[in-house]
């Protein structure tokens, strides 16, 4: 699987403004957010349908998704989860600086569901 057909999707409690910060960073990647998809609400199951579907990569704050008993590795394309305090914008930004300014730039067929 080619790098540039991986997708993000910001689960809902990802503030919204971090996803247009984001697509500015990343303009040749394919960023959308949960609420701007009409999913606010949705279960994490549907989340996580709908992002194999579309061969995306989930990045949440939510613990749920990093348990692999729920989802296993393999079986999806990758859960980027996010353990800042306090959940803002500001945190959120300032812990992909330090853990992944280029983790979307190398994202290959290596990675996730095979």
Do not use: C
Request: hydrophobic fraction near 40%.
């Amino acid at each position: 699987m080619p790098d540039e057909e991986l997708q993000i999707l910001l689960d809902q409690n990802i503030p919204m403004p971090f996803a247009e910060w984001l697509r500015k960073r990343r303009p040749g990647r394919r960023i959308d957010h949960v609420n701007g998809l009409g999913f606010a609400g949705e279960p994490d199951s549907f989340l996580y349908a709908w992002a194999i579907e579309h061969k995306a990569i989930v990045a949440t704050y939510d613990e749920d998704f990093a348990d692999a008993r729920l989802y296993p590795l393999g079986d999806h394309y990758g859960v980027i989860r996010f353990r800042v305090w306090p959940t803002t914008i500001e945190q959120t930004q300032k812990a992909f600086h330090v853990k992944g300014p280029n983790l979307l730039l190398t994202l290959g067929s290596n990675f996730g569901k095979q």
